[in-house]
């Protein structure tokens, strides 16, 4: 176990669930709660002040939401990763929040052991994502008809297309290279490839 903290802040608009989590937090020996906000502009604001290492976001808030809170954070060029708990599993507001900025995406319904994993996994440089939200990322639609790539999806592969690597794609589009990746593994699961090559052929088929 390290001998420094992970910092972390709480973004929630329900108090309740803010002193929850801070006594979640509180029970281990690696995790220190350095902040709290009620709604995304207090998020940019304690962020800026606190500089944590972890900033536990939720996105349904009255006034400035966690997806536009994420966003700021990130435009401000503070150095916090985002790991977003909601209880929305819905693909806008997954795709929203990867697009934003987030680097993780966990659900309210989680055990609570999930939860802690997911920010020592965020603090590692990884990114943590429920399995319900990953099957709706993976675009796992029962009996879905056509293809339906989002917008986003879509610009990537045109790149892919192209032959760029994920490291010029997340510098033409302006997003991290995790959210290319977690793009590309959606679109991949929706069109039915398994590599960039076939998705190459897949694009250019398509007319990408």
């Known amino acids: ?81 985002v790991l977003v708990l909601t209880s929305y599993s819905d693909s806008e507001r997954i795709v929203g929040a990867l697009d934003a900025g987030a680097v993780g995406y966990l659900l309210k319904d989680a055990d609570p052991d999930d939860v802690l994993a997911g920010i020592r996994a965020v603090s590692r440089g990884e990114s943590p994502i429920h399995p319900r939200a990953a099957r709706t990322l993976l675009g796992v639609r029962s009996g879905a008809p056509q293809v339906q790539l989002t917008s986003r999806e879509t610009e990537v592969l045109g790149l892919v297309r192209e032959g760029l690597a994920n490291k010029q794609i997340a510098r033409r589009l302006d997003i991290s290279e995790r959210t290319v990746k977690a793009h590309l593994t959606s679109a991949f699961a929706r069109i039915g490839v398994a590599d960039r090559t076939q998705a190459a052929l897949w694009a250019e088929r398509n007319g990408l």
Do not use: F, W, Y
């Open 1 to 81: 176990m390290s001998s420094t903290p992970i910092r972390v802040v709480l973004v929630d608009d329900h108090a309740v669930i803010r002193a929850g989590l801070a006594q979640l937090l509180a029970g281990t020996g690696d995790i220190e709660v350095v902040g709290q906000a009620e709604n995304g502009e207090q998020a940019l604001a304690v962020v800026r002040d606190v500089q944590p290492d972890v900033v536990l976001m939720d996105l349904q808030m009255p006034g400035v939401d966690g997806v536009t809170a994420t966003r700021n954070i990130k435009a401000a060029g503070l150095a916090a990763d």
